[in-house]
Protein backbone atom coordinates (compact mmCIF):
# COMPACT_ATOMS: atom_id res chain seq x y z
CA UNK A 1 0.00 0.00 0.00
CA UNK A 2 1.10 3.41 -0.40
CA UNK A 3 1.87 5.72 2.33
CA UNK A 4 1.65 8.92 0.27
CA UNK A 5 0.99 9.68 -3.64
CA UNK A 6 3.51 10.92 -6.18
CA UNK A 7 3.63 11.90 -9.75
CA UNK A 8 4.24 8.34 -10.91
CA UNK A 9 0.91 7.31 -8.12
CA UNK A 10 -1.23 10.08 -10.20
CA UNK A 11 -0.50 9.05 -13.95
CA UNK A 12 -1.10 5.24 -13.08
CA UNK A 13 -4.33 6.75 -11.21
CA UNK A 14 -5.40 8.48 -14.23
CA UNK A 15 -4.61 5.82 -16.68
CA UNK A 16 -6.96 3.36 -14.83
CA UNK A 17 -9.71 6.43 -14.28
CA UNK A 18 -9.19 6.56 -18.00
CA UNK A 19 -9.81 2.83 -18.55
CA UNK A 20 -12.91 2.90 -15.68
CA UNK A 21 -14.80 5.84 -17.69
CA UNK A 22 -14.32 4.35 -20.89
CA UNK A 23 -15.35 0.92 -20.08
CA UNK A 24 -18.65 2.41 -18.10
CA UNK A 25 -19.04 5.49 -20.47
CA UNK A 26 -22.25 3.82 -22.20
CA UNK A 27 -23.99 3.90 -18.39
CA UNK A 28 -22.90 6.78 -17.69
CA UNK A 29 -24.56 8.68 -20.97
CA UNK A 30 -27.53 6.43 -20.03
CA UNK A 31 -28.03 7.98 -16.88
CA UNK A 32 -27.34 11.64 -17.96
CA UNK A 33 -30.17 10.46 -20.68
CA UNK A 34 -32.64 10.38 -17.94
CA UNK A 35 -32.33 14.13 -16.65
CA UNK A 36 -29.63 15.74 -18.79
CA UNK A 37 -28.03 15.90 -22.57
CA UNK A 38 -26.88 12.44 -22.67
CA UNK A 39 -23.33 13.32 -23.15
CA UNK A 40 -21.97 12.49 -19.97
CA UNK A 41 -20.24 9.34 -20.82
CA UNK A 42 -19.21 10.67 -24.04
CA UNK A 43 -17.99 14.06 -22.44
CA UNK A 44 -15.96 12.12 -19.88
CA UNK A 45 -14.63 9.36 -21.96
CA UNK A 46 -13.04 12.03 -24.42
CA UNK A 47 -11.57 14.25 -21.08
CA UNK A 48 -10.22 11.67 -19.17
CA UNK A 49 -7.97 10.09 -22.38
CA UNK A 50 -6.63 13.40 -23.20
CA UNK A 51 -5.84 13.60 -19.48
CA UNK A 52 -4.41 10.54 -19.19
CA UNK A 53 -2.06 10.80 -22.36
CA UNK A 54 -1.03 14.50 -21.29
CA UNK A 55 -0.10 13.11 -17.66
CA UNK A 56 2.13 10.00 -19.44
CA UNK A 57 3.42 11.95 -22.17
CA UNK A 58 4.47 14.82 -20.07
CA UNK A 59 7.22 15.28 -16.84
CA UNK A 60 6.15 16.90 -13.76
CA UNK A 61 8.58 18.03 -10.38
CA UNK A 62 5.17 18.00 -8.44
CA UNK A 63 2.01 16.76 -7.97
CA UNK A 64 0.33 20.14 -8.21
CA UNK A 65 1.64 20.66 -11.93
CA UNK A 66 0.17 17.25 -12.75
CA UNK A 67 -2.79 18.13 -11.37
CA UNK A 68 -3.25 21.07 -13.02
CA UNK A 69 -2.02 19.81 -15.96
CA UNK A 70 -5.18 17.23 -15.81
CA UNK A 71 -7.35 20.55 -15.47
CA UNK A 72 -6.20 22.59 -18.27
CA UNK A 73 -6.52 19.55 -20.66
CA UNK A 74 -10.07 18.63 -19.15
CA UNK A 75 -11.20 22.45 -19.44
CA UNK A 76 -9.93 22.25 -23.09
CA UNK A 77 -11.30 18.94 -24.17
CA UNK A 78 -14.65 18.19 -22.22
CA UNK A 79 -17.70 19.45 -23.74
CA UNK A 80 -21.01 20.55 -21.44
CA UNK A 81 -20.73 21.15 -17.69
CA UNK A 82 -19.02 18.56 -16.72
CA UNK A 83 -15.35 20.17 -18.55
CA UNK A 84 -15.37 23.28 -16.59
CA UNK A 85 -16.32 21.28 -13.10
CA UNK A 86 -13.85 18.68 -13.32
CA UNK A 87 -11.31 21.11 -14.85
CA UNK A 88 -11.89 23.47 -11.92
CA UNK A 89 -11.59 20.31 -9.53
CA UNK A 90 -8.08 19.54 -10.61
CA UNK A 91 -7.25 22.89 -11.52
CA UNK A 92 -8.32 23.89 -7.32
CA UNK A 93 -6.74 20.83 -5.93
CA UNK A 94 -3.47 21.44 -7.66
CA UNK A 95 -3.15 24.83 -6.41
CA UNK A 96 -3.93 23.25 -2.89
CA UNK A 97 -0.93 21.67 -2.97
CA UNK A 98 2.00 23.72 -4.87
CA UNK A 99 5.21 22.59 -4.33
CA UNK A 100 4.63 19.07 -3.23
CA UNK A 101 5.98 16.18 -4.56
CA UNK A 102 4.17 13.66 -3.10
CA UNK A 103 0.80 14.08 -0.83
CA UNK A 104 -0.14 12.34 2.03
CA UNK A 105 -3.30 11.63 3.59
CA UNK A 106 -3.62 15.21 5.30
CA UNK A 107 -2.09 16.69 2.07
CA UNK A 108 -4.94 14.66 -0.20
CA UNK A 109 -7.44 15.70 2.13
CA UNK A 110 -6.41 19.48 1.43
CA UNK A 111 -6.20 18.88 -2.20
CA UNK A 112 -9.93 17.87 -2.27
CA UNK A 113 -11.10 20.28 -0.19
CA UNK A 114 -10.32 22.84 -2.74
CA UNK A 115 -11.46 21.01 -5.64
CA UNK A 116 -15.04 20.36 -4.04
CA UNK A 117 -14.79 23.87 -2.93
CA UNK A 118 -13.87 24.53 -6.60
CA UNK A 119 -17.52 22.28 -7.61
CA UNK A 120 -19.49 24.13 -5.51
CA UNK A 121 -18.34 27.45 -6.44
CA UNK A 122 -18.23 26.97 -10.01
CA UNK A 123 -21.63 25.25 -10.19
CA UNK A 124 -23.37 27.36 -7.84
CA UNK A 125 -24.10 24.15 -6.20
CA UNK A 126 -24.30 22.84 -2.68
CA UNK A 127 -25.34 18.61 -1.51
CA UNK A 128 -28.39 17.76 -1.27
CA UNK A 129 -28.99 19.52 -4.91
CA UNK A 130 -28.93 15.89 -6.91
CA UNK A 131 -24.75 16.74 -8.44
CA UNK A 132 -21.52 15.41 -8.47
CA UNK A 133 -21.13 17.42 -5.08
CA UNK A 134 -23.39 14.93 -3.27
CA UNK A 135 -20.39 12.28 -4.23
CA UNK A 136 -17.83 14.49 -3.23
CA UNK A 137 -18.19 16.01 -0.35
CA UNK A 138 -19.64 12.67 1.52
CA UNK A 139 -16.08 11.00 -0.32
CA UNK A 140 -14.21 14.14 1.58
CA UNK A 141 -15.45 14.08 4.92
CA UNK A 142 -14.90 10.40 5.12
CA UNK A 143 -11.40 10.86 4.02
CA UNK A 144 -10.25 13.06 6.85
CA UNK A 145 -11.40 10.97 9.51
CA UNK A 146 -8.00 8.42 8.52
CA UNK A 147 -5.60 11.78 9.09
CA UNK A 148 -2.66 9.27 9.19
CA UNK A 149 -3.64 6.42 6.97
CA UNK A 150 -3.80 7.78 3.34
CA UNK A 151 -5.03 3.82 2.14
CA UNK A 152 -7.93 3.72 4.34
CA UNK A 153 -8.68 7.22 3.99
CA UNK A 154 -8.73 6.85 0.31
CA UNK A 155 -11.22 3.69 1.30
CA UNK A 156 -13.41 5.06 3.32
CA UNK A 157 -13.63 7.89 0.64
CA UNK A 158 -15.06 5.20 -1.80
CA UNK A 159 -17.74 3.72 0.49
CA UNK A 160 -18.74 7.47 1.26
CA UNK A 161 -18.96 8.69 -2.10
CA UNK A 162 -20.95 5.29 -3.95
CA UNK A 163 -23.56 5.93 -0.86
CA UNK A 164 -23.72 9.77 -2.09
CA UNK A 165 -24.41 8.91 -5.11
CA UNK A 166 -27.20 6.14 -4.62
CA UNK A 167 -28.53 8.88 -2.09
CA UNK A 168 -29.18 11.38 -5.35
CA UNK A 169 -31.70 8.72 -6.37
CA UNK A 170 -34.73 10.30 -4.70
CA UNK A 171 -33.27 13.98 -4.89
CA UNK A 172 -35.02 16.18 -6.51
CA UNK A 173 -32.61 18.23 -8.81
CA UNK A 174 -32.14 21.53 -8.32
CA UNK A 175 -29.44 22.67 -10.42
CA UNK A 176 -28.54 22.35 -14.41
CA UNK A 177 -30.46 21.09 -17.18
CA UNK A 178 -32.24 18.10 -14.51
CA UNK A 179 -33.58 20.78 -12.87
CA UNK A 180 -35.78 21.51 -15.76
CA UNK A 181 -37.61 18.18 -14.77
CA UNK A 182 -38.48 19.05 -11.39
CA UNK A 183 -40.35 16.18 -9.31
CA UNK A 184 -39.42 13.81 -12.98
CA UNK A 185 -35.71 14.00 -11.75
CA UNK A 186 -36.67 11.63 -8.75
CA UNK A 187 -35.70 7.77 -9.35
CA UNK A 188 -32.55 8.70 -11.19
CA UNK A 189 -28.91 8.65 -10.36
CA UNK A 190 -27.11 11.98 -11.21
CA UNK A 191 -24.47 10.95 -13.74
CA UNK A 192 -21.53 13.36 -12.22
CA UNK A 193 -22.10 11.16 -9.08
CA UNK A 194 -21.52 8.42 -10.84
CA UNK A 195 -18.11 9.29 -12.25
CA UNK A 196 -17.48 10.76 -9.07
CA UNK A 197 -17.35 7.06 -7.84
CA UNK A 198 -15.17 5.34 -10.84
CA UNK A 199 -12.46 8.24 -10.21
CA UNK A 200 -12.17 7.65 -6.46
CA UNK A 201 -12.00 3.86 -7.09
CA UNK A 202 -9.26 3.78 -9.59
CA UNK A 203 -7.59 5.93 -7.02
CA UNK A 204 -8.26 3.27 -4.17
CA UNK A 205 -7.22 0.59 -6.64
CA UNK A 206 -3.37 2.29 -7.02
CA UNK A 207 -3.03 3.40 -3.35
CA UNK A 208 -3.91 -0.03 -1.87
CA UNK A 209 -1.57 -1.57 -4.35
CA UNK A 210 -3.96 -4.10 -6.22
CA UNK A 211 -2.90 -2.43 -9.73
CA UNK A 212 0.14 -0.69 -10.62
Given at each position: ???????????????????????RADELTELDAAIGDADHGTN?????????????????ASADALLKKV?????STVGGASGPLYGTFFLRAGGAVAGL??????????????????????????????????AWSPALKALRTHPGDLAAGVSAAVHAAA????????????????????????GHIDPGAASTVLLLT??????AGRVS
Open positions: MAATIGSDVLVTWLRLADAAIAEMKRGLAAAAEAVQAGSFGTTLVEVLDAQALAGALEAGVGGLAARGRATTGEKTMLDEGREATKPMVATKGRASYLGERSVALDDVV
